[in-house]
Every structure is written in C-alpha cells, then in structure tokens.
C-alpha cells in the first residue's frame, strides 16, 4: 500500500507540526495495535508501521481515525534481547493525520515492556 497522493505536503500542517515533523525519523515496518483511549468499549484495532521517532509514528490501518482522538498504540519491537521473549513498544498521543489508511500519531509518553512467552494479543 502506497501512501496517498499529497499527504503530509501541507505546508501549514507541517507548520503546525513544528518540532515533532523535525525529529529524526527511522523506516521501520512492525505490527502494532492500537485503542482509542476515549473509547475503552471499541474494539482494539491493528496496523502496520511505516516510520518511527522519538515523537511521532506513522502506520497503515484500515480502521478510519479522526483527528485529535486520544490513541494509545503497542508496537511489536523488532529487537529482542537474549531471545528469551518479545519486547513492546507502548506510546500514548494523539492523531494528528489520517489520510487513505495512513496514520500519524504525535507520541507524547511511551514505555518499553517485556511480553511473556506466549506473546500479547497484537
């Protein structure tokens, strides 16, 4: 999936975005999960990451998000340490773009954790 014509090319969104569109961002394709923190009830949807920084990701999904939702993704580390078992990235942040199935998420609190053995539910 190719992202959509013209998406990011804002140059007032990107304006806006200021310091979190400067953060060094990093390809990195892993499968995640994701809530909407305002709608415990909803099914948690999934997705696939296209990039990452220390302030922002960017994934595909087929869920349709809208913009300033409170979001809480888990994404599966590619890195493990001994091999022993599997290791999550948990951001918390807010949409800040949703186009054609891309999502950008402005990451303001995130935390590694361990997943046991038998994997969590991405």
């Known amino acids: 999936m190719a992202p959509p014509s013209g998406f990011g090319s804002d140059l007032n969104t990107r304006q806006r ?9 990093f390809p990195l394709q892993c499968e995640m999960s994701f809530r909407l923190m305002d709608k415990q009830q909803e099914p948690a949807g999934k997705g696939r990451t296209v990039n990452m ?8 999904t087929d869920k349709k998000l809208a913009v300033g939702e409170p979001i809480e993704v888990t994404v599966r580390w590619p890195f493990q340490s001994g091999h022993e078992c599997a290791t999550d990235l948990i951001g918390r942040g807010k949409v800040v773009r949703a186009r054609g199935g891309m999502v950008a998420v402005s990451i303001e609190k995130c935390e590694f954790r361990k997943v046991g053995r038998g994997g969590s539910a991405l």
Do not use: P
Not at 17 to 25: H, L
Not at 53 to 60: A, Q, V
């Open 53 to 60: 920084s220390s302030r922002g990701l960017l994934f595909y």
């Open 17 to 25: 975005e200021g310091a979190w569109r400067n953060a060094g961002r």
